[in-house]
Structures are given as structure tokens and as C-alpha cells.
């Protein structure tokens, strides 16, 4: 069976990961002449990465899920160790293809949803092969 791969998947390398300058508290609204220089450092990978062995990075390629804040191009983190549940954002493994989508559960049925009006929901059925691959938990963007 030939896999097609939409997604590019990525492992953090944290033991490399540099640590960089923050700010916190940038306020998005009246500027805070306090806060100026309030630094300290921060590794992002400490930020995003809860579980090191189960965390992978993914690329987003379409538009399925601009709803929910995930472009085509962006960075999405994904933890393997979590369990999905009903309306979490998952990484799918659906006949062959990876797909990411948030998961809508019924009494008797799971569903695939797209969070993008030009595209379709999947309903799951007994035919289909679907492995929950890992659940979404941070997206990083450029702006």
C-alpha cells in the first residue's frame, strides 16, 4: 500500500535548542514603560513540548482547517501521548492518508470535521482504517 503523505513530519530536537531572549507581558493595546526591560530567556521547545518522546512537529499543506487557525504552511505541534476525545484537533491516519481534523463524536459514530465550509466532514465507518495519530496542541504561524 502506498502512503500519501500530506503532512511533513518533524522530531523536536531539544537537547540543541537554543534558549532566546523574552519579553513577557508586551501589552497589545497602551504601552507599559515599566515593562520595557523585564527579560529573561525562553527555549520554545520547553514551551510547546510537554512530552519529548511523544511530540512530533507536522507542516500543515491545505486549507481544511483555516477555521480553526491551522493555514497551509504552518507549524503544528502534536502529542502522540494524549487521548483523543470529542473536539480535540487530531492528526488522522485515514485510508492511507494523513489528514488533520477535529473529531466529532456521536452516540454510534465518529466523524473527521473540517473547520472550512469548502470541504466535506468524514464520516467514519467500519470500512474505513483510522488511526488517531496524535492531537494537535499548539500551531505556530508566521505572520
Known amino acids: 500500500m502506498q502512503v500519501k503523505k500530506k503532512l511533513s513530519f518533524f522530531v523536536p530536537d531539544s537537547e540543541n535548542t537554543p534558549e532566546l531572549p523574552f519579553f513577557g507581558g508586551i501589552k497589545a493595546g497602551f504601552p507599559s514603560p515599566a515593562a520595557d526591560f523585564e527579560g529573561d530567556t525562553i527555549s520554545l521547545d520547553k514551551v510547546l513540548v510537554k512530552n519529548h518522546l511523544a511530540t512530533f512537529y507536522a507542516k500543515a499543506d491545505g ?81
Open 63 to 143: 486549507t481544511s482547517m483555516i477555521g480553526a487557525g491551522i493555514d497551509d504552511g504552518d507549524i503544528m505541534v502534536i502529542d502522540r501521548s494524549l487521548e483523543p476525545s470529542d473536539n480535540k484537533i487530531a492528526v488522522c491516519y485515514i485510508d492511507g492518508e494523513f489528514t488533520v481534523k477535529r473529531i466529532k463524536t456521536e452516540k454510534d459514530c465518529i466523524y473527521l470535521m473540517p473547520e472550512n465550509a469548502d470541504f466535506q466532514p468524514i464520516k467514519v465507518t467500519e470500512d474505513n482504517e483510522l488511526i488517531v495519530w496524535g492531537i494537535v496542541t499548539y500551531v505556530i504561524k508566521s505572520v
